[in-house]
């Protein structure tokens, strides 16, 4: 009676092969996107299928991975590296739960912190600002009375409170971004060769091959990429160290000679003159209201009442005649400016296009250049 044969165990899939797994899944999640834009530029138009780019994105991506791994297949980049995820170091074929949750936190996840994350910062920077223009209120009024009494004002350095929340206002955007989280999980797998996406370590799900794999076979890790990104990650560290020491002077020289200034518009709206206290002021400018809703304060005070249409459509050709005829047409939605505006580096857009644009990513779609919603420049003609 033959003896049963040895059972055969397959190994994880290593670093390089994850890696070009997820780059073929990228590739063919892109050919989606391209399909469904085109999809929805035929039926809808060019300006709603940029308005809703992101949602598409979403859509493509639950689409792609939907027919794939929630239905139990591979993708097409595991079918290629000859791989399959399996739970953690059972080996086991992930349960239908687990498949669903790293698709829901790989794809929405991501997709929720960039809709939650911009209103947040702009609360919180308000907030702070509000705090600390109150602070420096306080200590213009006790310097004033100090000189009305004859009395030299004392010298008080800014108060803890008031210094760390003059650099968590200076940092919001660091301190609320979820790439850090992203680099040392990234840095992880580079050392150990599981896990590539932080959703697959939620969840544990790991790859392995299907194939027999040689002895003879190079299997080389990149533990040289995590050295490196641990380094970079040290250096920012220490620069943004040296950078919160050295510029604690100048805060605080700031928050005691009150630049915090204010003044008081139209209704009594207070206003920062800080050149730098862009969230309070510019709240007004950019909060977004429909046509049929109740005008603004700021469109009570400025008289400028909400139209239903914008103010200047290059579609008319009396509109803006200075500007050419092939020059009319907006680079975002394809169609003829409505509301041209321009941003710093010289680009010339419809409002809402550019303004939607900046909101989610702050530099120009045509150069690159920074371009924050503050500083778009509406045309008048």
Not at 93 to 104: E, H, K, T
Not at 255 to 272: F, I, K
Request: charge should be positive.
């Amino acid at each position: 009676m033959s003896s049963p044969s040895p059972r055969y165990a397959y190994p994880f899939a290593t670093s390089p092969d994850v890696i070009r797994s997820h780059q073929k899944d990228a590739y063919f999640s892109g050919v989606l996107l391209e399909q469904l834009s085109t999809l929805l530029r035929k039926l809808y138009g060019a300006r709603f299928t940029h308005t809703y780019i992101s949602e598409t994105r979403v859509l493509g991506e639950l689409l792609y991975l939907g027919l794939t791994t929630l239905i139990g297949n591979r993708t097409l980049g595991e079918e290629y590296c000859d791989i399959i995820q399996v739970e953690g170091e059972h080996g086991r074929l992930p349960a239908l739960g687990r498949r669903a949750g790293y698709i829901l936190s790989c794809i929405l996840g991501p997709y929720a912190l960039g809709r939650i994350l911009p209103a947040f910062r702009r609360r919180i920077r308000a907030k702070l600002e509000a705090n600390l223009r109150r602070y420096a209120r306080l200590r213009t009024k006790a310097a004033q009375q100090a000189q009305a009494s004859g009395k030299k004002a004392p010298s008080v350095s800014p108060s803890l409170g008031a210094r760390i929340q003059n650099y968590i206002l200076n940092n919001i955007d660091t301190i609320t971004s979820p790439s850090p989280i992203y680099a040392i999980s990234l840095a992880t797998f580079y050392f150990s060769g599981s896990y590539y996406h932080l959703s697959k370590r939620i969840w544990s799900l790991r790859y392995i091959f299907t194939r027999h794999v040689q002895d003879s076979d190079q299997r080389v890790g990149y533990e040289v990429l995590g050295v490196l990104l641990v380094l970079q990650m040290a250096v920012q560290g220490y620069l943004h160290l040296q950078n919160t020491v050295s510029s604690d002077s100048v805060s605080t020289s700031a928050l005691g000679t009150g630049m915090g200034t204010t003044a008081l518009v139209g209704g009594g709206a207070e206003v920062s003159l800080d050149p730098n206290a862009y969230s309070a002021n510019n709240a007004l400018l950019f909060e977004s209201s429909s046509p049929s809703a109740a005008p603004t304060e700021l469109q009570k005070w400025t008289h400028t009442p909400v139209t239903d249409k914008p103010r200047y459509d290059l579609s008319e050709e009396h509109a803006m005649a200075w500007i050419g005829g092939g020059n009319r047409k907006c680079t975002l939605c394809l169609e003829e400016m409505k509301d041209p505006s321009v941003t710093t580096c010289g680009h010339v857009f419809c409002w809402t296009c550019i303004s939607d644009w900046a909101r989610e990513k702050p530099e120009c779609p045509l150069c690159r250049q920074s371009c924050l919603v503050q500083h778009v420049l509406p045309l008048r003609g």
